[in-house]
């Protein structure tokens, strides 16, 4: 079966870094992308960042473009989010999830397997 476990939240000031992974086993080849999505307090769950697993392409929600990496390395089937410049509206609980629907559209409609998610909470 597929795992997903997520690391690397934490406390952050404004305008600091952090870096998430998501480690993944049990995912066949066939599976096209992972992503990062978040769900803020009283707020939907959308879509950061996707990456196609076998050539690396992205996708970035408008939100976090220029701000945000999102990069993978296949050896270690660990998916690695970049954040920097974090502001207060980046705070959420931050997951990642893949699948055999996954795609750059990154939907969640097309992501099937999640991890339990790891908290960001930017605070002065």
């Known amino acids: 079966q597929v795992q997903l476990v997520e690391s690397g939240g934490g406390l952050v000031q404004p305008g600091g870094s952090l870096r998430l992974s998501c480690a993944a086993s049990g995912f066949t080849l066939d599976y096209y992308a992972i992503g990062w999505f978040r769900q803020a307090p009283g707020k939907e769950r959308e879509g950061v960042s996707c990456?196609?697993?076998?050539?690396?392409?992205?996708y970035y929600a408008d939100s976090v473009k220029g701000r945000f990496t999102i990069s993978r390395d296949n050896a270690k089937n660990t998916v690695y989010l970049h954040m920097n410049s974090l502001k207060p509206e980046d705070t959420a609980v931050y997951y990642c999830a893949t699948g055999p629907r996954a795609g750059l559209g990154c939907k969640m409609r097309s992501y099937d397997f999640w991890g339990q998610g790891t908290q960001v909470t930017v605070s002065s």
């Open positions: 990456i196609r697993i076998s050539d690396g392409s992205t």
